[in-house]
Structure formats: C-alpha cells, structure tokens
C-alpha cells in the first residue's frame, strides 16, 4: 500500500489495510497501528493514486435489497434508521479452541474479529446509516402541498 502511494500506483487491498502481523491487543500496538495509520493517511492525501479497501459486500444482492428497502421506507415515512442488527458466523461452526490454531483467522496472532471480517461489519453500518442523510436531502414530496 505504501509502495502504491508512494509511486502514484492505484491499488486496490484487502482488509485490514495496516495491521502488523505482530499486533496485540496492548496499548503499545495501539499506539503503532494510530501511528501507521497517520503515515498512510499523509501518504494517500499527498499521492495522485486511488487508494481503495475492498468493500464487496455492498455489492451482495442481500445488501443492495436490504439498502434498497430501507431507503424506500425512510423516505415514505421519514422516520431515521436508528437501530441495526448485524451479525455474522464467517460460515463455519468452530469450537471456542479452535479460533486461535487457525492460520487464517486473526485470534492467533491476537487480534480479533473487528480486525477480520468485521471490518466488512462496520462498512455495511455506515453504509445503512447514510440512508438517513440521503433521505433527508430527498424528502418526499408532500401530500398536503
């Protein structure tokens, strides 16, 4: 990723986009990981490249439909989404024992699901959220104009 922006590459990466392999769940790996995310921010904002994190779950007919309903229903009664239910079990049944012997799964290398696949979690939060500033800047029209 900083190779990319350092050479005007766009690039296009997975989460997490800056997680050392070496993070742990102390408050030195957290002050390293705001640390490295400042330098990628100064390197994205001083670079001509297009950054990007995958995202792809907004392109999931599941998603687009529930989007879809929810931005309809916010405009027909312009009532806020203020409550969302999102959870997800990485379409396996593991044992507690098992998370952290799996090579592919953060637990054992000390960080967990947010890190994971729950980047994709807080992704499709925002995304949902914005429906209520979209459907504020487009009110429906009203029936007693």
């Given at each position: 990723?900083?190779?990319?922006l350092?050479?005007?590459?766009?690039?296009?990466?997975?989460?997490?986009?800056?997680?050392?392999?070496?993070?742990?769940?102390?408050?030195?790996?957290?002050?390293?990981?705001?640390?490295?995310?400042?330098?990628?921010?100064?390197?994205?904002?001083?670079?001509?490249?297009?950054?990007?994190?995958?995202?792809?779950?907004?392109?999931?007919?599941?998603?687009?439909?529930?989007?879809?309903?929810?931005?309809?229903?916010?405009?027909?009664?312009?009532?806020?989404?203020s409550?969302?239910?999102?959870?997800?079990?990485d379409?396996?049944?593991?044992?507690?024992?098992?998370?952290?012997t799996?090579?592919?799964?953060?637990?054992?290398?000390?960080?967990?699901?947010?890190?994971?696949?729950?980047?994709?979690?807080?992704?499709?939060?925002?995304?949902?959220?914005?429906?209520?500033?979209?459907?504020?800047?487009?009110?429906?029209?009203?029936?007693?104009?």
């Amino acid at each position: 990723l900083r190779w990319a922006l350092e050479h005007n590459v766009d690039v296009l990466v997975d989460k997490p986009p800056i997680i050392p392999h070496s993070f742990r769940l102390c408050e030195a790996s957290a002050a390293r990981l705001a640390s490295d995310f400042e330098q990628v921010l100064a390197l994205a904002e001083q670079s001509e490249s297009n950054a990007m994190v995958m995202s792809q779950r907004r392109a999931h007919p599941g998603y687009r439909f529930v989007h879809a309903y929810l931005s309809a229903f916010v405009r027909q009664w312009q009532v806020p989404l203020s409550y969302i239910d999102l959870y997800h079990a990485d379409g396996m049944w593991c044992m507690p024992g098992e998370m952290c012997t799996r090579d592919y799964h953060p637990y054992k290398y000390g960080y967990g699901k947010l890190m994971f696949s729950g980047y994709h979690f807080v992704d499709l939060l925002m995304w949902l959220l914005s429906i209520n500033d979209e459907e504020r800047t487009h009110p429906p029209p009203s029936r007693f104009s």
